[in-house]
């Protein structure tokens, strides 16, 4: 199982800076490690909202950066070198300079664009090397290790419990391993501001491909029936959820697509509503996603 790295201590991530460990703190740090410098006060109303977010987003990035918060009614020459003319104001600092900043109060989704853009100008990983984690997960699922696979995902949750990426994978190597009840459990306990990501969403459409495959029947028998008879729609949708559990995805996509093209209100829509679930459990990317989305399209503005 892949071992994570422990986080830095809290008071080495966020200091208090002043006019006397500034270049300390944030010019001479910034050589090797970006720095975020938060210029606030205690009587500034948004820097309440503000400077907490950003430490958030600051803990969040694992060491890959550092904060220090600059109170301007006790250091009012530093910010008058560094032209703040309103508060919050925010600098990132590489190398000893500002690379970017802001000023105002902004929402989370942009705080955390701020840290990220700030650790990749410096050569680093926002993620403070959980990306790399997950990648590792995925690719020991990817070969068949789906139990040390649920073991580095749920690490990687322990210290980052909205890792999207890592939610969706624990779920689905819970499916690998025919865990399918867990693997909904899992899916119906993430945090309500990641269940509607594309890695949540593709891990439902797998769970339900799974639950499909375990009723599908058998591949020949099916198929025999449709050659049979080309207009047993049930039939042929029959076929296509064997195919997919055969993991003849393209087959079943065909046979999906054919099906639409006979009739495409038959049964409430199910042949397009299938072909969705199927899109969706595949990486946006595979082509047979990419061609079977232009083929359903055509189909519907012919």
């Known amino acids: 199982m892949l071992e994570l790295g422990s986080q830095p201590p809290a008071q080495d991530l966020i200091k208090d800076v002043s006019e006397a460990d500034f270049m300390a703190e944030v010019i001479e740090t910034s050589k090797t490690t970006p720095v975020i410098v938060d210029f606030w006060a205690p009587w500034c109303g948004p820097c309440k909202t503000l400077g907490p977010a950003l430490e958030a987003a600051v803990t969040k990035a694992k060491g890959a950066v550092r904060m220090a918060k600059v109170n301007v009614d006790e250091n009012q020459g530093i910010a008058g070198q560094l032209r703040v003319q309103s508060i919050p104001t925010v600098y990132a600092f590489w190398q000893g300079q500002p690379i970017d900043g802001f000023q105002g109060a902004v929402p989370p989704s942009e705080i955390d664009a701020f840290v990220e853009r700030t650790v990749k100008a410096a050569g680093g990983d926002a993620s403070g090397g959980l990306e790399e984690a997950v990648a590792a997960a ?37 499916i690998a391993m025919d865990d399918l009840d867990q693997a909904e459990a899992i899916l119906n306990g ?113």
């Open 138 to 174: 995925n690719e020991m699922l990817d070969e068949g290790a789906a139990t040390d696979a649920a073991q580095t995902f749920a690490a990687i949750l322990q210290e980052d419990p909205a890792n999207a990426p890592a939610y969706a994978g624990l779920a689905r190597a819970h």
């Open 190 to 302: 993430a945090p309500v501001e990641i269940s509607q990501t594309p890695e949540l969403e593709a891990a439902h459409a797998q769970l339900e491909l799974a639950r499909q495959a375990a009723d599908a029947g058998p591949v020949g028998e099916l198929q025999a029936q449709v050659e049979a008879n080309p207009e047993d729609h049930q039939a042929r949708f029959d076929l296509a959820q064997a195919l997919s559990a055969n993991g003849q995805t393209q087959e079943a996509v065909d046979q999906l697509l054919e099906l639409f093209r006979r009739d495409a209100e038959w049964n409430e829509g199910a042949a397009k509503q299938q072909l969705f679930t199927l899109f969706d459990a595949l990486k946006p990317n595979d082509p047979v996603v990419l061609n079977g989305r232009r083929k359903l399209s055509s189909m519907i503005f012919a």
